[in-house]
């Protein structure tokens, strides 16, 4: 079946419907377009301010009895604005597909709140197309409904113009005007290009989906995608399309895998993509990372993701190293200040030198710039009750009841 045969249609001359039958072809087809990969799901759609999509600071995702998502870690909501590639990365089993899944509509948030500011939503299905006997090209222009509807209004047009009905000539010249807009003429070349980005021989495209192996029938539900209303809009903005796209380069070679990030950079809707492949996440422009349950909002690339997170961490190694040394020798000064109180018992020089070693360890802790907290910089010292003469009451010597550190 050669691939022009997908979107041409015949039409077969003048028949015998009426015209009420072709009023109601008429209103059918002058219904707004929508993605059908939308439809199956019920899109958390809202006011998102101008943004795609929008995650709440408050957002709280659970699987069970197991909380994966806690809300942003900076206590602000995350905006991913009209044609940025966010990149959604973390840890297996942190919650990635299952966010995915909060915005595709397909499982709701336990708390807070997930937006989607677009109708035009197309997401990776994970079960590929499985048990479909229709060819390569056929299923990858199964989900192109913008093209088929537009397609069948220049139809009905057509035939209404045969029939002589009012005002048919004005509903042709709409009808052409939203194929060309929507590139029907083109649709063909479009699926035949895709197909080969994703590594499909000509023969390869005219064989039956369930003849293919896992593998390649997940790259034809990824062309799908790219090729639905969602993945095929060349609207901008809250307009144009949002793909979600969850792991979507497990299956491809190097090459595909090259086609696919080139092709994501030249797309003008907004993208999701869940990845662990650093060379697909190359492409992206924001990254929010998913780490001990809170959402991390990166702004910038992927390498700047990365330089930013390694920074934090060696601050994060460097305030807990900190932190180890302020407490060594902490207990390094007990040590050394448990004095023995009968040396010192009648005069004041053992206070003078305890509060004077203190000193000069603060001291020496300011000028390194080392931040002590509340509970490393108290230390108390507990003297026990003793007056000159009372000798016989001192403890004896070595013990530490005299004087101590707590």
């Given at each position: 079946m050669r691939a022009n045969a997908l979107v041409s249609r015949r039409a077969s001359g003048l028949s015998s419907s009426t015209s009420k039958h072709a009023r109601n072809r008429r209103?059918?087809?002058?219904?707004?377009?929508?993605?059908?990969?939308?439809?199956?799901?019920?899109?958390?759609?809202?006011?998102?301010?101008?943004?795609?999509?929008?995650?709440?600071?408050?957002?709280?995702?659970?699987?069970?009895?197991?909380?994966?998502?806690?809300?942003?870690?900076?206590?602000?909501?995350?905006?991913?604005?009209?044609?940025?590639?966010?990149?959604?990365?973390?840890?297996?089993?942190?919650?990635?597909?299952?966010?995915?899944?909060?915005?595709?509509?397909?499982?709701?948030?336990?708390?807070?709140?997930?937006?989607?500011?677009?109708?035009?939503?197309?997401v990776l299905e994970q079960v590929g197309v499985s048990g479909s006997t229709k060819t390569v090209e056929e299923e990858a222009f199964s989900r192109m409904s913008h093209v088929r509807e537009a397609e069948s209004a220049r139809e009905d047009a057509l035939r209404e113009m045969e029939l002589g009905l009012d005002g048919a000539a004005e509903r042709l010249a709409n009808a052409n005007a939203r194929y060309e807009a929507v590139g029907g003429g083109t649709a063909a070349k479009r699926v035949a290009s895709t197909l080969k980005g994703l590594g499909f021989s000509d023969d390869m495209m005219r064989a039956p989906c369930d003849t293919l192996s896992g593998g390649w029938q997940m790259r034809v539900a990824l062309a799908r995608l790219l090729l639905s209303p969602a993945g095929d809009s060349k609207d901008k903005g809250v307009n144009g399309g949002l793909l979600l796209l969850d792991e979507p380069s497990n299956h491809l070679d190097s090459k595909s895998k090259m086609w696919l990030a080139d092709w994501i950079k030249n797309f003008v809707g907004t993208?999701?993509?869940?990845?662990?492949?650093?060379?697909?996440?190359?492409?992206?422009?924001?990254?929010?990372?998913?780490?001990?349950?809170?959402?991390?909002?990166?702004?910038?690339?992927?390498?700047?993701?990365?330089k930013e997170r390694e920074a934090t961490n060696v601050a994060i190694l460097f305030t807990i190293s900190a932190r180890r040394r302020v407490a060594t020798s902490i207990a390094s000064a007990r040590r050394r200040l448990t004095i023995d109180v009968s040396t010192f018992l009648g005069s004041g020089d053992w206070c003078r030198h305890a509060r004077a070693s203190l000193l000069r360890r603060d001291r020496a802790f300011r000028a390194r710039g080392t931040s002590r907290n509340d509970e490393e910089r108290r230390v108390v010292m507990r003297f026990a009750t003793?007056?000159?003469?009372?000798?016989?009451?001192?403890?004896?010597?070595?013990?530490?009841?005299?004087?101590m550190m707590r």
């Open positions: 209103r059918r087809c002058d219904a707004p377009l929508r993605s059908t990969d939308a439809d199956a799901f019920e899109i958390p759609f809202g006011d998102t301010a101008g943004a795609v999509v929008t995650l709440s600071d408050d957002i709280r995702v659970t699987t069970g009895d197991n909380d994966l998502i806690l809300g942003t870690h900076d206590g602000n909501a995350i905006r991913i604005e009209p044609g940025e590639i966010c990149g959604v990365v973390g840890a297996n089993g942190s919650g990635k597909s299952t966010l995915v899944k909060v915005l595709s509509g397909t499982r709701g948030a336990s708390d807070g709140s997930a937006r989607v500011g677009t109708r035009l939503v197309g993208v999701v993509l869940v990845s662990h492949d650093e060379e697909l996440l190359a492409c992206v422009n924001r990254v929010v990372e998913i780490r001990s349950r809170k959402l991390h909002n990166f702004k910038g690339d992927y390498t700047r993701f990365l003793a007056t000159r003469g009372s000798i016989e009451n001192a403890p004896a010597r070595g013990s530490i009841g005299g004087a």
